[in-house]
């Protein structure tokens, strides 16, 4: 995402101009917007006038509109199905932006063709300009954060992945927010009967070979921010699958992928489906390689609070209310929070889970921003969306005893209070 313009005033109200470019960044806007914010940009709107003999005219016309906005709806890019034909298509291309941002609100500025106050739904584009305005205190450290990381040079898919199975294979793309599903392959392989494997034979080969052509069109092996291609599987297909990938660049002298070897890493899975990334990524050939990306880094220290958790639960709580206890005793080393707590609607909700990852920081423990649409994510928004792993033990009810002791010592000396002064 590119940084267009930006003005921020101390009482953290102001705007910020933006130019998203890929999914990743459409997913970043969901997150930066909120209902009551002010959204500028292009958008289509149908006009109908009236002549004066009655007849109507209609026509779309493309606007800029500033919506104040009431909903935010984000939709994910589709994976296409299993395609055929062998063109190879462009290797090093990124994926174009096919998620969308979906913003509703009423025209808050004056427009020729649009009343003030009129509803409108505004379908942000990839490389166009968006102008988000808040007022005060909107501007917060989350969601400058945000700002700042998605526009970092050179940001782009750091995994690319493929979970197969016989006759079945899922391409994806990993980058710090974002698991994106680029294509499910499904060649049908007929059984091997001991009588003739040709039939058999036949259909790997076809498999192969559409796995192959996929995987020219969708993986940008030769890009620099790409660190990994995990082939994974249960059995031995991840072997088979390698093996003809190289036998194929090899014959048909593709030396970009050839270079790309050693990019390769194949892994054992107990299951051909999406959600065996996350036992891929923690398995030690990938976490040596990947152990200083954000979605490697999150997954880890997820798995260690849940063995944590099985093992010394008094070092790791979960829960809005618990871990805001733990807070403010300074316990936390590392703070695991979901995204989607930051995108209540509620501005006093989202305004305490700020605070609490300020505090954290502030204590020097580590804040972890898990992005819901990793599957580390989504397991931490199963678990209320935010956990703590603490650096020394605390009993809950010990804790939760001291607070109803101190919250009683506070009325009664309000009441004491109230009595002196009648």
């Known amino acids: 995402m590119k940084l ?21 960044d459409m997913w970043h806007l969901y997150n930066l917007i909120q209902e009551g914010d002010r959204i500028r940009a292009a958008g289509i709107r149908r006009i109908q006038n009236v002549s004066a003999t009655g007849s109507v005219d209609s026509k779309r016309v493309r606007l800029n509109l500033t919506l104040a906005v009431t909903r935010v709806t984000w939709s994910p890019s589709a994976a296409p199905g299993a395609e055929s034909g062998t063109t190879a298509g462009a290797p090093n291309t990124a994926p174009e932006a096919t998620a969308t941002v979906e913003i509703a609100g009423r025209v808050a ?39 700042e990381e998605s526009c970092v040079p050179g940001r782009g898919a750091e995994v690319a992945a493929i979970v197969c199975g ?12 974002m698991t994106v599903v680029l294509q499910r ?62 036998a194929e660049a090899t014959r048909t002298s593709n030396k970009p992928l050839l270079a790309a070897r050693s990019k390769f890493i194949k892994v054992h899975v107990n299951s051909p489906h999406v959600h065996s ?17 954000k979605f490697a880094r999150e997954g880890m220290m997820l798995d260690r609070f849940f063995k944590m958790l099985a093992s010394d639960e008094m070092r790791a709580w979960y829960g809005p209310d618990h871990v805001a206890l733990a807070a403010d005793r300074g316990a936390i080393g590392t703070l695991l929070i979901s ?16 605070g609490i990852v300020e505090d954290v920081g502030s204590k020097g423990g580590e804040v972890l921003i898990f992005s819901s649409m990793h599957e580390s994510g989504q397991q931490l928004n199963q678990l209320t969306g935010i956990a703590a792993i603490l650096t020394f033990p605390l009993d809950i009810e010990v804790v939760e005893a001291e607070e109803r002791e101190a919250k009683e010592a506070e009325e009664r000396k309000k009441a004491e209070e109230n009595g002196t002064t009648d």
């Open 4 to 24: 267009v313009g930006k003005r921020i005033e101390r009482d953290r109200s102001g705007y910020v101009t933006v130019r998203p470019e890929d999914d990743e």
């Open 109 to 147: 500025e004056e427009n020729p063709h649009v009343k003030l106050g009129a509803f409108h739904t505004l379908e942000i584009e990839s490389n166009k300009d968006v102008r988000i305005e808040k007022d005060e205190g909107g501007w917060d450290s989350i969601a400058l954060g945000r700002v």
């Open 166 to 177: 016989e006759g079945t294979a899922t391409f994806c793309l990993l980058s710090e927010h």
């Open 185 to 246: 392959l499904e060649v049908p392989i007929p059984r091997k009967i001991s009588t003739t494997s040709s039939a058999h034979e036949k259909g790997l080969a076809r498999f192969y070979q559409s796995l192959y052509t996929s995987f020219l069109r969708h993986v940008p092996y030769s890009s620099p921010s790409l660190r990994a291609i995990v082939v994974a599987s249960p059995g031995w297909v991840r072997d088979a699958v390698f093996d003809f990938i190289m």
């Open 277 to 293: 990334l996350v036992e891929a990524l923690k398995s030690p050939e990938i976490a040596t390689q990947m152990k200083e990306t």
């Open 339 to 354: 995204d989607e707590l930051f995108r209540a609607s509620d501005a006093a909700q989202r305004k305490r889970f700020v």
